[in-house]
């Protein structure tokens, strides 16, 4: 195993750089998907879709359930690539919902102040 930081060779079961001491990672830990801790935000998904808005929380819950799958079948990229997806779409729903809400509450407030002037 070579060293990506100074390109010395090293064992094979070796944990660290003879020579410089960087830590080595090992195609096996990477395979397991034990060193990619990526988040899935399956939480502000579910709740931004009950109490936001439904249509861009599904989407945030779809992309946020293909987190966990795509660190199990070793693709990295694709996991970090759908938890930022995940997380743009609670955002979206988030803001989207705040906007509906305070749009609402403008229509409810000029209907009631243009039925008590009747």
């Known amino acids: 195993m070579f060293c990506t930081k100074c390109g010395s060779p090293n064992d094979d079961n070796a944990w660290k750089c003879v020579k410089c001491g960087l830590a080595l990672e090992h195609p096996v830990n990477q395979a397991q998907g034990s060193s990619v801790k990526v988040r899935n935000y ?8 009950l109490c936001c808005c439904v249509p861009f929380g599904i989407v945030a819950i779809i ?3 293909q987190v966990n799958s795509k660190i199990a079948a070793s693709d990295a990229d694709g996991a970090i690539a759908s938890s930022r997806k995940a997380k743009i779409w609670c955002w979206v729903a988030l803001i989207t919902g705040i906007i509906t ?7 409810q407030t000029l209907g009631a102040a243009a039925s008590v002037k009747k």
């Open 63 to 65: 992309y946020s359930a």
């Open 101 to 107: 809400t305070i749009i609402w509450v403008v229509i």
């Open 42 to 49: 399956l939480i502000p998904a579910i709740l931004t879709t």
